[in-house]
Nanobody, 125 residues
Framework: QVQLVEPGGGLVQAGGSLRLSCAAS????????MGWFRQAPGKEREFVGV????????DYADSVKGRFTISRGNDENTLDLQMNSLKPEDTAVYYC??????????????????WGQGTQVTVSS
């Protein structure tokens, strides 16, 4: 069992940067493959990126590739999402998630077993 908390989030102007963190309690991140998703009002929750357990392999949605980076935080039980060159269309509630089985399709929300409560990111134009 793992509990995920995403402090951070906030309001930023277009073109700016923001860093989200996902903090875990219970088992360490090393046991899970970790992903980030987001959900804008009236839209489905969509894949943002994933970092596989046991290494540093990552995958990103085309909409954020080259702008967003997932990395391990300073604390071994934190996972960061660095967001650069933010656009108004990046406005959403952002969620981190943990998957036990790294061999599933990790672009799908149903592949994840644990979720954080979400944090709001608003990008103004």
């Amino acid at each position: 069992q793992v509990q995920l908390v995403e402090p951070g989030g906030g309001l930023v102007q277009a073109g700016g940067s923001l860093r989200l963190s996902c903090a875990a309690s219970g088992r360490t991140f090393g046991s899970y493959t970790m992903g980030w998703f987001r959900q804008a009002p009236g839209k489905e929750r969509e894949f943002v990126g994933v970092r596989w357990s046991g290494g540093s392999i990552t995958d990103y949605a085309d909409s954020v590739k080259g702008r967003f980076t997932i990395s391990r935080g300073n604390d071994e039980n934190t996972l960061d999402l660095q967001m650069n060159s933010l656009k108004p269309e990046d406005t959403a509630v952002y969620y981190c998630a943990a998957a036990i089985d790294s061999y599933r399709n990790l672009r799908l929300r149903y592949s994840y077993n644990y979720w954080g409560q979400g944090t709001q990111v608003t990008v103004s134009s």
